[in-house]
């Protein structure tokens, strides 16, 4: 009979979700600004690339003064450049719209800093006069060091190919480090996008005054299961809605949406690594599941549960703002304390599984902390569940669901 109204309470509440309007239109909306924003990004980049290629005649001329004589005079010249003696006239010139841009080169440009001064051709295109400048003291250096092959070298431009090591293996690299992070992006998404069905799974039948008809016949331990249950397959529908239409639109859009060429064989499924972000995404989701369920419980409505609700999605973002940290440095105190808190531990330890940087036995710590955690805060939600189930006015009391025992007079 129990198992019958579990099975009956899961597919009730996996129905009653999937139908409503506003669980897909939540569940769509990141694969949908997704696709809008590579469609847009695909129609700029078509737009820009049909357009047709700027003549020289667009190219700024300028102005310059040379103290460290390293300019070469005609390679400037073939920049647009004409050597001036007075600084001062040159810069008038250019505020008062005359010239497009003076240059002034120190005496020693290693140490002092040359001065670029220009009109004003906007926030993203004013950058050009540095170039420019930086562009001619470069070109003159290599003229005057005249061999090809040496001016090359001396601008740093050289292919150079790593390869280092890890435990006498080959590291994967960033290639390695993608697959496991996958599961911090998945079990984000998700929490924030179920986390008000979540807490409201116990509240909407206390808010409607049906908890008592439903307690009738169903056990409240096994009510509470069935809601967690349900909650756990709506997250897998919404992973898929989210990952299909991404893998479909690579698979089928990915010239027509402009996105880059993904190669496969790059990236390192490590087992251990997948395996452990797995299990760390069901036991973190299972807990804050359980958590907002038990919120539930004990609040009269999905307002006055606000706060707490609050909490506990700030403590899944706290992990993100200690990320440099988290890599560079995993056994500060601050790491450790957000890889062990309960509430940080899932976003923490999987940042730290994909970077490489959480050992075996404190992911099994983890792992083992969050399933028994989650464990404990189901029977909590229970206990909580039945206190609280038909209270429609006010939040339970936690002295009246763990009552202090009295002691016995002699």
């Known amino acids: 009979m129990a198992q019958h109204n579990l099975r009956t309470v899961v597919s009730f509440e996996v129905g009653r979700t999937l139908s409503k309007k506003r669980f897909w239109i939540i569940a769509l909306l990141v694969p949908v600004a997704l696709a809008v924003v590579f469609a847009l990004a695909g129609v700029s980049g078509s737009a820009s690339g049909g357009a047709s290629e700027p003549d020289d005649s667009a190219e700024i001329t300028f102005t310059y ?61 004013n950058g050009q006069y540095g170039a420019v400048a930086s562009a001619l003291l470069s070109a003159s250096a290599q003229q005057t060091i005249g061999d090809d092959a040496l001016a090359f070298l001396a601008q740093g431009d050289i292919d150079v190919t790593s390869t280092v090591y890890k435990d006498g293996d080959v590291a994967a690299g960033f290639g390695g480090v993608v697959p496991p992070l996958l599961f911090v992006v998945v079990f984000f998404l998700v929490i924030m996008m179920l986390s008000n069905q979540m807490l409201n799974s116990t509240l909407e039948e206390k808010e409607n005054r049906v908890m008592e008809m439903i307690l009738t016949t169903v056990n409240p331990t096994v009510l509470i299961l069935g809601k967690i249950v349900a909650l756990f397959f709506i997250g897998l529908v919404q992973m898929l809605v989210f990952v299909v239409p991404v893998i479909i639109g690579y698979v089928f859009f990915r010239d027509s949406l402009s996105l880059p060429e993904i190669d496969l064989s790059t990236f ?124 429609y006015s006010s939040r339970v009391s936690l002295k009246n669901v763990f009552p202090r025992r009295k002691a016995k007079r002699a």
């Open 65 to 125: 003064s040379d103290a460290s004589g390293y300019v070469d005079p005609a390679i400037a010249e073939s920049f647009g450049g004409t050597a001036v003696t007075d600084d001062s006239a040159a810069i008038s010139a250019v505020r008062e719209g005359t010239s497009d841009a003076h240059f002034v080169y120190p005496a020693d440009p290693l140490t002092e800093t040359t001065e670029v001064y220009g009109e004003d051709l906007g926030l993203l295109d």
């Open 268 to 391: 390192s499924f490590e087992p251990g690594q997948m395996v452990v972000g797995a299990l760390l995404l069901i036991g973190g989701f299972a807990l804050f599941t359980g958590s907002l369920v038990a919120v539930g419980a004990i609040m009269p409505t999905a307002k006055d549960a606000g706060g707490l609700f609050t909490t506990l999605i700030l403590l899944i973002i706290v992990p993100f703002y200690a990320v440099s940290q988290i890599i560079t440095e995993p056994s500060s105190l601050i790491v450790q304390v957000l890889t062990y808190f309960p509430y940080s531990a899932p976003i923490t330890a999987m940042l730290r599984n994909g970077f490489g940087v959480l050992a075996p036995w404190e992911a099994t710590i983890v792992i083992a902390e969050l399933f028994l955690l989650s464990y404990a805060v189901l029977l909590l939600a229970v206990r909580l569940f039945r206190y609280g189930s038909i209270e």
